[in-house]
């Protein structure tokens, strides 16, 4: 089994940035993992990825440039690095982890999500 806890979330201004972590416990060698994040009324939705080692990442064309995905496995932790921050980034974001890592994932490609954290972005 794969524990995921969120944690960095908050409010913000337009234009400001955040930094969201990912703690993982539990069976976490080799899985890829992934961000993604759901407004009120609205699917969740793919955000960025990466594989095990780091060498692969991808995003959603909303966050490309703005956000970046890394990861520590040292730490078990992956971590979403969140600038230039628009309104319509507000949402609940959540971390997750597969065994297999995709370029354009599903959310129900992963089997292991955590309980997410909000944020908010203001103008």
């Known amino acids: 089994q794969v524990q995921l806890v969120e944690s960095g979330g908050g409010l913000v201004q337009a234009g400001g940035s955040l930094r969201l972590s990912c703690a993982a416990s539990g069976r976490t060698f080799s899985l890829a993992m992934g961000w993604f994040r759901q407004a009120p009324g609205k699917e969740r939705e793919f955000v960025a990825t990466?594989?095990?080692?780091?060498?692969?990442?991808s995003y959603a064309d909303s966050v490309k440039g703005r956000f970046t995905i890394s990861r520590d496995n040292a730490k078990n932790t992956v971590y979403l690095q969140m600038n230039s921050l628009k309104r319509e980034d507000t949402a609940v974001y959540y971390c997750a982890a597969s065994v297999y890592y995709s370029d354009n994932p599903s959310p129900s490609g992963y089997p292991y999500w955590g309980q997410g954290t909000q944020v908010a972005v203001s103008s």
């Open positions: 990466i594989s095990w080692r780091g060498g692969s990442t």
